[in-house]
């Protein structure tokens, strides 16, 4: 049997997050944890410990993701690890069990995670629910459609001054867009706007586009150098790049594309409706390998399907499997925004993890009974589960946390 609580002190953390990071090389450092205790305190990262020793560790972010209408507290599941010596002997479904049940107990109706290996979180209730890809535009094939009329100025700023400007634009796209998380100033400080301090990696950019004054989109990126056969063949990798208007969006794109001595611009994590698809005028040229992206957990199920908004019909009625979170099984009935137990026949009967992955409108029911992930048990209910569960724009998460 191994015991799973939270971390007590500085100490009980490091050798609980250790134990992912001896995976990664260098492990985490000193400095390390002390940034990282700022965005994940010590109560939420769990740790499995046997005969006193450290052979696991789960930790949560505290944050709020953006889900369709509205915004909701979310447990952000990261730093998730198993000493090798200690594989497959059930600590990970201990730490699991403990940490859900805390972030139960903490009223977050949903947790999120991107997951190393696929084949891991479905055990435990998570489902796809967004979708994210590499996409690489070469600078040969980077015109747009159509030219557009030009929006606003565009300026580099330093962090101090990206630190005001930036985060107004991406809670203007949060506000549209959901599987986008807060930012605290910390959040910000930390992830996006310190500089790297190893001499080999390339410094990053802050650009902002203004009009009379006010940020209407901002780009971070970074350059990597290098010359084929004499010619420029630089790349430039686009850490994020965000419009509040879609004019503002286009504008912020066409200043990343029109960089000189780059041989092609490249963005990770880009959603499948990025507006680069429809603004290229080549948009075969460009190159797009999508993967699944944000996992989400149903955690307390009436609070996470009245937290969001639907589209028209219902009422609809789920039967729903949960073998980890007990208190969300049974038969659910969603009906004007409005989830409470119900003794009606189920329109569809799925686990835990299918609704996890309609949740935020990316993945369709009518996708999910395809798979054989969803039984529908009356006739029309998908189409009405559809169309409440249906949301554009698609989710879209920015960042691997």
Known sequence: MFDVRACADQDE???AIGAIGQYFNPPPTEEFLERWVKMLPHERM??????????????????ELSVPGGSLPCAGVTAVGVHPTHRRRGVLRTMMDAQLRDVHERGEPIAALWAS???????????????????????????????????????????????????PVYDAVRRERPGMMSRNEVWWEDRHLRQEERESDAPRRFVVLELDGEPLAYAIYRTHFSFDGGSASSRLVVREALGATPQATAAIWRFLLDVDWMGSVEVYLAPPDHPLFLLLATPRRMRYRMGDGLWVRVVDLPAALAGRTYGEGGPLVLEVRDAV???????????????????????????????????????SFRQLREAGRIEETKPGAIERADALFAWRPLPWCLEIF
């Open 46 to 63: 769990h740790a499995a410990f046997e005969d006193g020793q450290i052979v696991g560790g789960a930790g949560a972010f505290p944050f």
């Open 117 to 167: 290996e696929e084949t891991i979180y479905g055990r435990f209730g998570y489902g796809i629910a967004s979708w994210a890809g590499e996409l690489s535009v070469p600078h040969e094939w980077d015109a747009f459609a159509e030219p557009g009329a030009s929006v606003g100025t565009t300026r580099f700023v330093t962090p101090e001054e990206a630190r005001e400007l930036f985060p």
């Open 13 to 15: 953390y490091g050798r």
């Open 325 to 363: 979170c007990e208190w969300n099984d049974g038969r659910w009935k969603l009906d004007g925004g409005t989830c409470e137990r119900t003794d009606d026949e189920p329109d569809l009967a799925l686990d835990v993890s299918a609704l996890g992955s309609a949740y935020l409108g990316a993945v």
